[in-house]
């Protein structure tokens, strides 16, 4: 009986092919793998779970952020209250992938922004 992949080094011989596909041995062992369900670990669902709570976590403390710039949203430089609240959102996203690219943590988000900066 030969397999798939199976080598002949030396000699000569002949073969009658009986099945190919998923009728094979192989075949049949790729269904049976394929049918079964991945079931989640303890780590996997602790994992998943620390997942969702961390991004809650960025969440308010970004939202936080952003509130706290609430009384320079008024700045005459940014030309009123909802341009300047879309410009301090877009500032604290940009400080943040910076921070991110410099290696800096939670500490870069939480600087404040100044208009022009």
Not at 31 to 51: I, R, S
Request: hydrophobic residues 45%.
């Amino acid at each position: 009986m030969l397999f798939s992949g199976t080598v002949v080094t030396v000699g000569r011989g002949r073969a009658v092919v009986t099945a190919c596909g998923v009728h094979t041995a192989i075949g049949k062992i790729h269904d049976a793998m394929a049918e079964t369900v991945e079931e989640l670990t303890p780590l996997k669902k602790k994992l998943d779970e620390f997942g969702t709570f961390l991004a809650k976590v960025i969440a308010v403390i970004c939202v936080l952020v952003w509130v706290v710039n609430i009384g320079n949203f008024r700045n005459p430089a940014h030309g009123g209250l909802l341009r300047g609240a879309i410009y301090y959102f877009k500032v604290r996203a940009r400080e943040g992938a910076r921070g991110r690219q410099r290696g800096g943590g939670w500490e870069s988000m939480l600087m404040r922004a100044e208009p022009g900066a």
